[in-house]
DNA sequence: AGTAATAAGTCAAGACACTTGACTTAATGA
DNA sequence: TCATTAAGTCAAGTGTCTTGACTTATTACT
């Protein structure tokens, strides 16, 4: 049967893959939890003890887990706990934004070991690339001064920027990245780096930072409304990121609200992009976290009609998404000054009926997540950690081993 | 290290794990692609032709593979393609809707081979439950009339009703069937009919139908955009469908509206019950169907109005859908007048720009789907054997082996 | 025709990772 | 002091996939 017609199926697995699971599990238990003893991790991921033993006895081995003092609690011998090596794997994130590019090192558990920013020239592409690929070089050695054998456990770089990606260009929109969104940036990164890239959008990102180290942590079905230079909704859905067809799935900035008989995208209405509008402020300022941070804890009065109309639609937007996705929580997140994201958290309850009122409910509807300009780096140096380590199903299937998909 | 604190993990898994997904990643590929031969398995699936070898002669055994003819195509051995057998499992699918409930008995392949309906009298649960579990022994009787060994190959009860479960209650909104709702209809089942239950809301019901034998077949990522008495979204993410925290992802229709400075849920603009008040029409009225497929062949007039508002609402939902899901497709369905359904989809077009507009689709942004009044009988029965068979993370880790979970 | 090439499928041994059950170690509590 | 409890190890066992050689059956070429 030498049929042209191409066969779709999923893949098979096999001992690797089981033994690929069982590792990630083990990390996922000892994130989640803390430190825990081996006989811990046997009842809590329903493997023996004997497995759990020799599994975590080959994770020592590569340095990712290391036993701690043994705790005396009962009866019985006292246990040895176990708990992940934050030196055992590094990867770098790094954040495309219109204005400026961010990038950082982190560690297996999500500490930022170094971080910098450069100032991204108009022109896009051809004239930032030098700037991104100097800065995540310069990223590198810096980490490798501090820490040792950073190359050899550095897993990847993720790569942040502004969604949409592909899409049928709508012209020259300023609000877009239309340049870069275009520009075959995996290509480029991985052949200046050497290392695996992978790329999200910056909610997504910023999603990924909460459920690595944020208020997602461990939690299996969270939504994370971005508020940034545009605005966006990272998706944690099963306990894995959710990216869509194209990687553009919770782009809510792009959704049409209608009103006065004409349609506007949220994102021209709730967004930092709005914010610079509404006050007239060049975005290329470099000054200007500090300066909006500041207005916004002053209270001032130039922010508050922004802060009020935009409170507006993300009562509105988090309504939709708890209808959409039915979380367990929504978390309001941003690459955006401390200050403001409190003002509009402030603003925006009481928050609207929905699906999500329930009885029982152990988390808020709705909660902060980081406001911090780095959050976004941080999600994206995530991705990988996270692709190398988290448990999912795609880890098991026998085509992804050895090759980040 | 006896703490008390509950230790939250991932399960590991062994063997029986690989070998239960790869049983599932056969049974899946014959689905997709029709008959295929041990050696395209082998290929597609990636596992070793040996492997192959070993399930098929297990499935062969179990009843749930047969293989045909050996087909001489090019040089070498000929093939022999294995297909999948209808009567290798089966399924009863229920669904409970405000005036009526129906029953269906689907086969491995999603045949439907028994179907049978009741009115459902008003009182909920407590006049409809016997009703209920009469509809459901009369199919399984007539089921047992028909086929071999069906109580043998009954893989479960799939229920389905309109959501939202388990929400803090808005009093007695005759849209809702909230009596229901807070009814333990799975723990009912369960010891009506002695099988396992699984339970579901209307729209996902309709899209699990779409993904078996419908638009959705083989799609990983689809969106069914469903119009019945309510209106909901039932979505495939990753190949599989998603239910949120509490089954109740999807509801779109319980989204706000806002116009004309008040609030209106979607489900109460653009829905069966919303036609049924705009023509005054008793909705328990059981030629109701056949009374509107009529009205809507003959582009009565009564329509219209609300073919065009409805129309609207939809076409904004569609975009939004594809905002935020990202799907390959979305599809349309309903259980209601196929007539209707057809006029509804000619005046939603043309479509709102989304995201979802890009180069080189292969599949249309919006298409019809199953509009019969069966469906989400036939998806809910889809359910069962979705949990049984097709390949799913759950499925491969340790605790789920023998529970359907 | 006869033969080489090609592909499907089988056989039997091997490898790998988890499981089993007995055992060792090291605490607590009566 | 010693029974009890629990962590963790040891060594053999088991299930499932892999490997590589082999058989079978057909087409294509000479």
């Known amino acids: 049967m030498n049929d042209s017609r191409p066969i779709r199926a999923k893949s098979g697995t096999n001992h690797e893959g089981t033994s690929a699971h069982n590792r990630r599990v083990m990390i996922d238990a000892l994130r989640i939890n803390g430190a825990l003893s081996r006989a811990d991790l046997a009842r809590a991921t329903r493997l023996t003890k004997q497995t759990v033993s020799n599994i975590i006895e080959e994770l020592e081995r590569d340095g990712l887990v290391s036993s701690q003092e043994a705790v005396r609690g ?26 400026v590019t961010r990038a950082v090192a982190v560690d297996l558990v999500g500490s930022v070991l170094v971080r910098d920013e450069a100032g991204l020239p108009p022109g896009g592409p051809s004239n930032g690339t030098k700037v991104i690929l100097d800065l995540v070089a310069g990223i590198r050695s810096k980490l490798a001064g501090i820490v040792q054998q950073s190359e050899k456990r550095l897993v990847g770089l993720g790569a942040a920027m502004p969604g949409p990606f592909g899409v049928a260009g709508s012209g020259d929109d300023p609000w877009m990245m239309e ?44 939504v994370c409304l971005f508020v940034g230079y545009g605005i966006g909704a990272g998706l944690i859905l099963n306990g894995e990121l959710y990216r869509g067809t194209n990687g553009n799935a919770g782009e809510i900035g792009m959704a049409l609200l209608f009103a006065d008989g004409k349609s506007t995208p949220l994102e021209h209405r709730a967004s930092l992009a ?3 509008q509404h006050l007239s402020i060049d975005p290329a300022d470099p000054g200007l976290y500090a300066r909006i941070n500041d207005l916004a804890l002053r ?53 609207l009926p929905s699906i999500a009122e329930r009885r029982g409910r152990t988390l808020p509807r709705l909660q902060p997540g980081m406001a911090d300009p780095w959050s976004v780096a941080l999600g994206a140096a995530a991705g990988p950690i996270s692709r190398a380590f988290d448990p999912r199903f795609a880890a098991i299937l026998k085509d992804s081993f050895n090759s980040e998909a």
């Open 299 to 351: 209270g001032d009065q130039s922010i508050h009609a922004w802060v009020e109309a935009a409170a507006v639609d993300l009562r509105w937007s988090i309504h939709l998404l708890e209808t959409l996705f039915d979380p367990q929580t929504v978390i309001l997140c941003g690459s955006a000054p401390e200050a403001l994201v409190n003002r509009l958290i402030a603003a925006i309850g009481p928050l």
């Open 74 to 99: 009962g009866r019985g011998q006292p246990s040895t706990p176990y708990r992940l090596v934050p030196e055992g794997a590094f990867a770098i994130g790094l954040q495309i934004d219109r204005h």
């Open 179 to 222: 340049a870069w969104q275009k520009f075959p940036l995996l290509e480029t990164l991985t052949a200046g780096t050497g290392l695996d890239v992978g790329l999200q959008n910056d909610a997504a990102a910023a999603a990924t930072a909460e459920r690595m180290v944020g208020a997602a942590h461990g939690i299996d079905h969270a």
């Open 274 to 276: 709005s914010l610079y």
